[in-house]
């Protein structure tokens, strides 16, 4: 069954009874009860009661590539006929990398619900039905990948501006790529390279950000994190979201091509949650105690520790619970 004309009946937050539900689809209420319990494995709750049906606990509105499109203004030429939303995909990376494989240069893959998104380091992104924005960009550099260093810090940013053109306020970042909001996870960035070393390469730019997270999907999720519904009185508009982040990714990017991370090297530290603390960077076994002082101009982390500061290249920071003094690389 495809389950789209279904949730589209079920998201004026009525109910629906199995019955009514079976005649305007054209299909059995056994297959109604199907597609109901499968749309609940995908992380959307549904409220069934005896005698009345079904329902959403609220209105749901899915994206609308059309209204993306309205809203990216003269941006609508670059991007009409390269975006895809679909209602339900593994992975939005996977399929934005399949469009480099087969020769597009900018292509967008939104979706509504990911079985297997993915995040840094391998964990899983938590992706319900019609709840967050999973959005992957492909995007081709005519440089070198060398010369794309610091590239997912400056996306960091990117995400942070086109929330704040929203109305979100109080958004900060953590090295190397996460959107912190009162110091939890609101949004993660994967970036995966493919191409020629020297150039030109492709890269696909995953960007995952929790707008309505429900209890339900939350607590698989094994980190402090947040979204948008929680923290603000504004009504999430996941289509407007997407547009102002387009919008901010293509002339962002644009910006890094030439000039490289440099160019928002003083944004991130400015919005840096972790600049002047005390933090710890776990890289495999070797855990290292610092003070965090922001970022260099390749995205490097600035670390000072008792033998001077540092640049740290990879690995993740955590809120350190030694004291700087006798911290050492264990």
Known sequence: MDLRPLVQTLADGSFHSGASLGRQLGVTRTVIGRGVEALRSMGIEIHSVTGKGYRLPGPLELMSVARILELLGGGRRLWSGHIDLLFSTDSTNADAMRKGQEGRSHYLVLAEHQANGRGRRGKAWVSPLGANISLSM?????????????????????????????????????????????????????????????????????????????????????QAFTDLASNFEIAPDRSRIVAELVKGLTAGLAVFAKHGFAAFQPRWNDIDVYKGRDVEIISGASRRVGRALGVSETGALLLETESGVALIAGGELTPSLRPLHGGATV
Do not use: H, Q
């Not at 996460?178 to 970036?191: F, M, Q």
């Open 138 to 222: 492909l995007w081709t550099f005519k440089s070198s990948m060398a010369a794309l260093e610091g590239l997912s810090l400056a996306v960091a940013i990117l995400v942070v501006d086109a929330l704040r053109a929203c109305g979100y306020e109080g958004l900060g970042v953590k090295w190397p790529n996460d959107i912190l909001l009162n110091s939890c996870k609101l949004a993660g960035i994967l970036l995966e390279i493919s191409g020629d070393a020297e150039g030109p390469c492709k890269v696909v730019i995953g960007i995952g950000i929790n707008v309505k997270m429900p209890y339900s999907s939350g607590a698989a999720i094994d």
